[in-house]
């Protein structure tokens, strides 16, 4: 099983960033994806995730600005980052779970990719 994700970076509040996890190994179809984030110092935490139906949920503090996405036919997920600010600056986590019951519960996902870093500046 692989995740690995790509399209972090340096960006200026207000700015845009796509993120990509491109994913093998797995029944990509079946499983919910997830993105987690975590700051220095902080928790781990879900800004976004969707499940096998394409149904999504968000943080309260990425909705609005961030939108979730996957191509089954790639096995592809996606994150789409509009209108960053400073807070969400943090290494950025794709996550693969067969049987999510709760989505923001990092210990419901069951494979997991190195991460990419998200840096935005004032």
């Known amino acids: 099983v692989q995740l690995v994700e790509s399209g972090g970076g340096s960006v200026q509040a207000g700015g845009s960033l796509n993120l990509s996890c491109i994913t093998s190994?797995?029944?990509?179809?079946?499983?919910?994806m997830g993105w987690f984030r975590q700051a220095p110092g902080k928790e781990r935490e879900l800004a976004a995730s969707?499940?096998?139906?394409?149904?999504?949920r968000y943080a309260d503090s990425v909705k609005g600005r961030f939108t979730i996405s996957k191509d089954t036919a790639s096995n592809i997920a996606y994150l789409q980052m509009n209108n960053l600010k400073p807070e969400d600056t943090a290494m950025y986590y794709c996550?693969?779970?067969?049987?999510?019951?709760?989505?923001?519960?990092?210990?419901?996902?069951?494979?997991w990719g190195q991460g990419t870093q998200v840096t935005v500046s004032s």
């Open positions: 190994g797995f029944t990509f179809g079946t499983y919910s």
């Open positions: 969707i499940n096998r139906y394409g149904s999504t």
């Open positions: 996550a693969a779970g067969d049987r999510v019951v709760n989505c923001f519960a990092s210990l419901a996902y069951d494979y």
